[in-house]
């Protein structure tokens, strides 16, 4: 059943049959009635009118009302967003779609007669005493309509006792008229003759309605192909969860997930206007690897403020971080201090976040290469693969005695070190010493004599406090063929807030000899610095 014969796929054709009495061996009757503005107009989306936001907002609103229908009759709790919830929460939703109408009848009935006599597939969804506005009848073939969808099929087979029972009725809101013309259209040509958004997502749900899996496919293509927005990426991730709709606009919500992603890779300069998108935009937005965030600090931070100006109620708040944004955040890439505050965060329950901080302090203590194998697994790199972070992470070993001294190591990619030409600056995260922070940045700059450009390597102290503090430091860099930390500027400097301290070519070579194919400093891609900060004075 369902073969696709989607244009240019080679498969047959039947065009030239559609609504031809002689190629057809029923007819099918729609009534169609007056609907709830379930689309923009009178006529529906189907007629042009409205954009995807009108669209969007009287489909939410009549799916609102059915689930408020639902919870009168059932109690069932309140769930309008399905694109990843329980099989039953799908189930209640489905219940709820306004289905259509369907009936097979021994005789064609006049027209204007309501049909409550015949036999339905589904009578409980027969709507009594509905005024009837126009009908429509079209010639068909019922092995082409039940070919390509399972709902024709078991119309066509329902209560088939005469030889003689040539008539079958739909009875469907105006709304729904031209996307049922266009999806009978479609199951015998395999084509549309729209590429109108509204229009196509009408089809789209049309075609989910009556079980037509290659339309569904067919208008998630034709979707995809036009150009995205962030109201229609989020109207694309907030259609029904039916299982064959859920399989067939897969492509498409997965783009709509991708141009999310990308749109708002830069998270600080879009902070304000992603506080307002929902929920699933914002699973796609922090599910990318490819976020630039000054540090997952900064995730965790943000999906908090969002957690509560989204779900002002503390269990409803406490519920979706559980289910939904705790496990978008990286806790292996947070700060240890950062950590600490997890465990005593009142919104998020105990358990999780001592497994969370556990299970992240346990990946940073863990050998480099078992880090990497997990960041590269596809079960696990959600949670261990590093984004796009403005401040690089680092490996930081810490010792008290004799006297306060830190070694922090920073790796950076090849990639990562040619962005930074002609005059870039890549800047770690914070790491502390003796109760002060302090940070590494790399640049390329100009030599001293401005000659060629170099890549340099600074210390600098955060601006917090005022406390001045003398440290002696040291910079190394690991070298081919030995792969051992050879030293390169060692120094001692008073900070005081905000100041840094470093050495403007590291190496001692031009810029170009650095990043040669064959440079000393790259091994297997990756530079490996290491800064070694001890503070002697009492």
């Not at 610095?529 to 001890?534: D, I, S």
Request: hydrophobic share 35%; with cysteine.
């Amino acid at each position: 059943m369902d073969p696709d014969f989607s244009p240019g796929g080679g498969g047959p054709s039947f065009e030239f049959a559609f609504n031809e009495v002689n190629f057809s061996d029923r007819e099918l009757r729609i009534e169609v009635v007056a609907g709830d503005d379930d689309a923009p107009g009178s006529s529906g989306a189907g007629a042009g009118g409205g954009g995807l936001a009108d669209w969007a907002r009287h489909r939410k609103r009549r799916r609102e009302e059915l689930l408020k229908e639902k919870e009168s009759t059932t109690h069932m709790s309140d769930q309008t967003n399905c694109n990843e919830v329980e099989a039953e929460e799908c189930d209640a939703y489905e219940e709820n779609q306004e289905e259509p109408v369907a009936m097979i009848e021994e005789s064609p009935p006049d027209v204007g007669q309501d049909g409550d006599d015949a036999q339905g597939i589904d009578s409980s969804w027969t709507v009594v005493g509905t005024p009837i506005l126009r009908v429509k009848t079209i010639y068909i073939s019922s092995a082409i309509l039940a070919a390509k969808s399972p709902f024709f099929f078991k119309l066509f087979s329902n209560g088939m006792k005469e030889s003689d029972q040539r008539h079958a009725t739909l009875r469907i809101t105006d709304s729904e008229e031209t996307a049922l013309m266009e999806l009978l259209s479609f199951m015998y040509s395999g084509k549309l003759t729209t590429t109108e958004p509204n229009l196509l997502l009408d089809i789209l749900m049309a075609a989910d309605k009556f079980e037509v899996v290659s339309c569904m496919r067919y208008c998630s293509q034709l979707l995809t192909s036009l150009p995205m927005t962030t109201e229609s990426a989020l109207l694309y991730l907030d259609l029904p969860c039916s299982i064959s709709m859920a399989a067939a606009v897969q492509p498409l919500t997965d783009a709509a997930k991708d141009f999310l992603a990308v749109k708002y890779k830069d998270l600080t300069k879009f902070q304000e206007e992603v506080m307002n998108i929902p929920l699933a935009g914002i699973e796609a937005i922090l599910s990318s690897n490819d976020l630039q965030v000054a540090s997952e600090d900064t995730i965790y931070d943000f999906l908090l403020r969002w957690a509560r100006a989204q779900y002002p109620k503390s269990e409803e708040r406490r519920e979706i971080l559980s289910s939904r944004l705790l496990p978008l955040v990286r806790f292996s890439h947070m700060t240890c201090r950062k950590l600490r505050k997890v465990l005593t965060c009142t919104d998020i329950d105990h358990e999780q976040a001592t497994k969370c901080v556990t299970e992240a302090l346990l990946y940073k203590a863990d050998a480099p290469h078992r880090q990497r194998a997990l960041a590269a697994d596809a079960v696990t790199c959600r949670k261990f693969a590093e984004r796009a972070y403005k401040y690089r992470p680092l490996k930081v070993v810490e010792f008290d005695r004799p006297y306060p001294q830190c070694i922090a190591y920073l790796d950076l990619k090849r990639e990562e070190c040619s962005r930074l030409f002609p005059s870039g600056r890549i800047y770690s995260q914070a790491f502390h010493l003796a109760g002060q922070g302090f940070f590494l940045s790399a640049h390329c700059n100009m030599e001293q004599q401005s000659t060629f450009y170099c890549f340099g390597l600074f210390l600098g102290m955060q601006e917090k406090g005022s406390m001045s503090v003398t440290v002696d430091y040291e910079f190394a860099a690991r070298t081919r063929p030995s792969g051992e930390f050879v030293s390169k500027y060692k120094g001692n400097y008073t900070f005081t807030g905000g100041k840094a301290v470093g050495y403007r070519n590291l190496f001692a070579i031009p810029w170009q000899t650095f990043m040669a194919d064959d440079s000393l400093f790259f091994i297997d891609g990756m530079l490996h610095l290491r800064a070694e900060l001890t503070i002697k004075q009492p």
